[in-house]
């Protein structure tokens, strides 16, 4: 049974930084090719693709409002998926989900991150 559970959430100051951790259980994320992902959803809006990654080759993507300020990474040893954001706004408060598409799609329970100006 697959698992995904996020923490890092917290809140912060503007300008401030914080990393998202998603630790993935009864799945491998070399075993073959999938996409790792970081949605977030903000109060009011729909869940928004913000960044994703490939575990095997290490290519990734970045919405356009995160795009010099967050940066996704993978330990594909420890199963684990990060998130680093770094000079966070007010706009940026949400909760965050991981998400792994592979033959099945999976998601984590979410994070709560609140930016204050």
């Known amino acids: 049974q697959v698992r995904l559970v996020e923490s890092g959430g917290d809140s912060v100051q503007a300008g401030g930084s914080l990393r998202l951790s998603c630790k993935a259980s009864g799945l491998a994320f070399s075993a073959y090719e999938m996409t790792l992902a970081w949605y977030r959803q903000a109060p009011g809006k729909g869940r928004e693709l913000i960044a994703d990654?490939?575990?095997?080759?290490?290519?990734?993507s970045y919405t356009d409002s995160v795009k010099g300020r967050f940066t996704i990474s993978r330990d594909n040893v420890r199963s684990t998926l990060y998130l680093q954001m770094n000079n966070l706004r007010p706009e940026d408060t949400a909760v965050y989900y991981c998400h792994v598409r592979a033959t099945r799609s999976y998601w984590g329970q979410g994070t709560q991150v609140t930016v204050s100006s």
């Open positions: 990654i490939s575990p095997i080759t290490g290519r990734s």
